[in-house]
C-alpha cells in the first residue's frame, strides 16, 4: 500500500453518517422516491423485497449505481444475502417504482471490477459519498485495491434487471 496511508491503513474503508441522520434521511426517502418528488433525487433508490428465511417484508433505501445500463446496489450489509439466489423487489428510483429481478453478485473478480468501473466513472470525492466508503488516499483506488476490499469489508453487488 502506498505509504502515504500509513501503518495498517487500507486503501478503502466503510464510512457511514451517523445512525440518526440515517434513520431520518431513509424515511424521508421511502416516502418520496417513489412519487414524482423523487425524480431529482435519481442517487437513490428504494428496494422493497420479502427475507428469505423471515418472510418479512423490508424497504431499504439504499445508493442507486447505474452502469452499462443497468442499474446496481453495492454493499456490505446483511441483508444483501436475501438476494443469494436472486429475488424481486419493487424498486422506487427517479419518481417510479417497478418490479425488477435483484441477482446478489458475490464474486471478488466480478464485484471489484463493478466497483472500480464505478468509482472511476464518479472521481473520489462523489464516489466516497455515493458508496459510504473513505479513501484516505484521497484517490479513486485500483481494481486490486478493491479486490482486497471485497474480500475484507465483504462488499457485493446486486444487479437489478427489470421483470419480464
Known amino acids: 500500500m502506498p505509504e502515504s496511508y500509513g501503518e495498517g491503513m487500507a486503501a478503502i474503508e466503510a464510512s457511514h453518517p451517523p445512525e440518526v441522520m440515517l434513520k431520518t434521511v431513509n424515511v424521508i426517502l421511502r416516502r418520496v422516491l417513489g412519487t414524482p418528488l423523487g425524480r431529482p433525487l435519481s442517487e437513490f433508490m428504494v428496494l ?36 443469494r439466489d436472486g429475488a424481486d423487489a419493487q424498486v422506487s428510483h427517479g419518481g417510479r417504482t417497478t ?22 466513472g464518479y472521481g473520489a470525492k462523489k464516489a466516497q459519498r455515493m458508496m459510504g466508503m473513505k479513501f484516505p488516499g484521497g484517490r479513486v483506488p485500483s481494481r486490486e485495491e478493491w479486490a482486497e476490499a471485497v474480500d475484507r469489508l465483504k462488499i457485493a453487488a446486486i444487479k437489478l434487471t427489470p421483470k419480464a
Open 48 to 83: 422493497e423485497f420479502t427475507g428469505r428465511k423471515s418472510g418479512r417484508r423490508f424497504s431499504i433505501p439504499v445508493s442507486a449505481h447505474r452502469l452499462d445500463g443497468d442499474l446496481y446496489a453495492v454493499l456490505e450489509a446483511q441483508w444483501k444475502y436475501n438476494f
Open 99 to 120: 418490479t425488477m429481478h435483484g441477482v446478489l453478485l458475490t464474486d471478488r473478480d466480478t464485484v471489484a471490477d463493478v466497483v472500480h468501473r464505478l468509482t472511476s
